[in-house]
Nanobody, 123 residues
């Protein structure tokens, strides 16, 4: 089993910054992609930022220029630095990872989610 634990959410005024971190632990052989999604009340979950094991990153258009994603492959962590936050960034933010685990039947890939962390941006 693999666990993803997020931290760093909270309440901030518009224009402020928050830093989200996610640490993966458990039966990890390797991690391919890691990223952050968010879900606002009444809306579908959407990709905010992602990063691959090769180091490439992608950001949603709505956060480009404000958010940065980084990853420490040695520590199995991914971080989302959020600057110039806006009220429309308010949502529950979820960490996601594509993890390879090695068992008796070989190496298999699974997708995991964290429990989420609330980010609230006040006007």
């Amino acid at each position: 089993q693999v666990q993803l634990v997020e931290s760093g959410g909270g309440l901030v005024q518009a224009g402020g910054s928050l830093r989200l971190s996610c640490a993966a632990s458990g039966s990890i052989f390797a991690i391919n992609a890691m990223g952050w999604y968010r879900q606002a009340p009444g809306k579908q979950r959407e990709l905010v930022a992602g990063t691959t094991s090769g180091g490439s990153t992608n950001l949603a258009e709505s956060v480009k220029g404000r958010f940065t994603i980084s990853r420490d492959t040695a520590k199995n962590t991914v971080t989302l630095q959020m600057n110039n936050l806006k009220p429309e960034d308010t949502a529950v933010y979820y960490c996601n990872a594509d993890v390879l685990t090695r068992g008796s039947s070989g190496v298999r890939g699974y997708n995991y989610w964290g429990r989420g962390t609330q980010v609230t941006v006040s006007p």
